[in-house]
């Protein structure tokens, strides 16, 4: 058979049943960060199945491999996340999640089965390849380590750029989000510590009340968005978590308050963790209690390549989709880490669902996994040209300079 035949045999309808049937057992059985020994045995046996070999990389869970490079050539890399979240599914789809407390409520099911139908369609082409694509199967996102991870073990090595996908419910089936510079926010954490002095609630005079003082700290952090960023920036400032006190009628030692902080632009980010902090000790001073803060730093803001998101949206116009420049997400993702070593780009795939990310009730349109599919393996092809023929130009160009030199 040749290599065309086989193309359009995994091209067929065949495709889109065996990709649904893929998300769907892995829906069926979610696994949490850290924690997808089982989801990560299921991709193997797959990617076994079609005869793509398998890298060998030092991951716990998460499995890597590739397709291609019979000819040598550059090396791209496509990923997909695959764990799931501690949320109790309430779809009631009769393929929803038989693991009590556990789903995949953002997608990243549909995220594996969306790079595995693109590396089948890859394989049909292996041989007329430039290059190898390494498929990224990363665990660990909803805690943003995986990628950490996965760039730790050496996969990220002679990579010249890597792409990545989230599946976006407001989003039509059919439409594709790309865009240069920021898609995603950097999303830092924090935890603020108050501290006061305990007393009996009928004689507050007597103590130093930690939980007026965390009260106002919440509504002056508030004026940080409104008076300290450009209102042609963006940046979102949440408190999620306020607990304090151990009983009705005693004046507690301390307060804690957890929460967020989005940002698109390294500058903004800075001003708005420099304004906290000045915030929360001025609050504390006023109040004659003291505050502590604690940031735990998440990933950095996921900014795309232009010359990527220009490749990219001319194969969504090739395959007939229609590109669209998304609004950018404050959600974080840590794609943004591998994109510190390699140019990257991450895309917002239509899927046209009920729900948001992260809600019990979430489910996208299967309709859009071949489209997918195809939408990668045709990016992946795209990119490895670009890439062998900038590097056949340079080596061109040294030839030339080392034949006038002599």
């Known amino acids: 058979m040749s290599n065309e035949q086989e193309l359009e045999?995994?091209?067929?309808?065949?495709?889109?049943?065996?990709?649904?049937?893929?998300?769907?057992e892995l829906h069926r059985y979610p696994e949490l960060s850290n924690e997808e020994f089982e989801t990560t045995a299921r991709i193997r046996g797959w990617l076994e199945e079609a005869d793509?070999?398998?890298?060998?990389?030092?991951?716990?869970?998460?499995?890597?491999?590739?397709?291609?490079?019979?000819?040598?050539?550059?090396?791209?890399?496509?990923r997909a996340d695959i764990d799931a979240l501690p949320i109790q599914e309430e779809t009631?789809?009769?393929?929803?999640?038989?693991?009590?407390?556990?789903?995949?409520?953002?997608?990243?099911?549909?995220?594996?089965?969306?790079?595995?139908?693109?590396?089948?369609?890859?394989?049909?082409?292996?041989?007329?390849?430039?290059?190898?694509?390494?498929?990224?199967?990363?665990?660990?996102?909803?805690?943003?380590?995986?990628?950490?991870?996965?760039v730790e073990s050496g996969a990220l090595e002679g990579v010249s750029a890597v792409f990545g996908l989230h599946n976006k419910p407001d989003l039509p089936v059919g439409t594709i989000g790309i865009k240069g510079g920021p898609i995603m926010a950097a999303a830092d954490g924090f935890v603020v510590e108050v501290g006061g002095k305990g007393s009996h609630a009928a004689v507050p005079e007597a103590g130093n009340d930690p939980i007026v003082t965390a009260a106002h700290i919440v509504t002056a952090l508030q004026s940080i968005v409104s008076r300290n960023v450009s209102a042609l920036d963006s940046a979102v400032v949440s408190v999620t978590k306020l607990h304090s006190g151990t009983a009705w009628n005693i004046i507690p030692?301390?307060?804690v308050l957890d929460?967020?902080?989005?940002?698109?632009?390294?500058?903004?980010?800075?001003?708005?963790?420099?304004?906290?902090?000045?915030?929360v000790e001025g609050v504390a001073a006023a109040f004659e209690t003291n505050a502590s803060?604690?940031?735990?730093?998440?990933?950095?803001?996921?900014?795309?390549?232009?010359?990527?998101?220009?490749?990219?949206?001319?194969?969504?116009?090739?395959?007939?989709?229609?590109?669209?420049?998304?609004?950018?997400?404050?959600?974080?993702?840590?794609?943004a880490v591998?994109?510190?070593?390699?140019?990257?780009?991450?895309?917002?795939?239509?899927?046209?669902?009920p729900h948001e990310w992260h809600h019990p009730a979430f489910d996208l349109d299967e309709r859009a996994l071949p489209i997918a599919a195809d939408f990668f393996a045709g990016t992946a092809v795209r990119a490895l040209n670009h890439f062998a023929a900038e590097a056949a130009s340079i080596a061109g160009a040294g030839s030339e300079e080392g034949a006038v030199r002599g």
């Not at 045999?9 to 769907?24: C, G, K, N, P, Q």
């Not at 693109?118 to 082409?125: D, E, G, I, P, T």
């Not at 591998?338 to 669902?353: K, S, W």
């Open 253 to 255: 030692e301390r307060a």
């Open 338 to 353: 591998y994109q510190q070593h390699v140019p990257g780009l991450f895309v917002f795939l239509g899927t046209e669902g």
């Open 52 to 78: 793509i070999r398998i890298a060998h990389y030092s991951l716990r869970t998460g499995i890597v491999a590739e397709v291609g490079g019979l000819n040598g050539g550059p090396i791209i890399a496509l």
């Open 293 to 335: 803060v604690r940031w735990i730093e998440g990933p950095p803001p996921v900014r795309n390549d232009e010359v990527l998101a220009e490749l990219a949206w001319k194969e969504a116009e090739e395959l007939g989709l229609i590109p669209v420049v998304p609004v950018p997400s404050p959600a974080g993702e840590d794609f």
């Open 9 to 24: 045999l995994v091209s067929a309808a065949s495709l889109a049943s065996s990709l649904s049937d893929i998300r769907r």
């Open 92 to 150: 009631g789809l009769p393929f929803a999640s038989t693991i009590p407390g556990v789903m995949h409520a953002c997608g990243h099911d549909f995220h594996t089965a969306a790079i595995l139908g693109a590396a089948y369609l890859l394989k049909a082409r292996e041989a007329e390849l430039q290059g190898t694509v390494r498929l990224l199967f990363q665990p660990a996102e909803e805690k943003a380590v995986g990628a950490r991870r996965v």
């Open 259 to 279: 929460g967020t902080i989005r940002t698109f632009e390294e500058g903004v980010r800075r001003r708005v963790l420099k304004r906290f902090e000045q915030v």
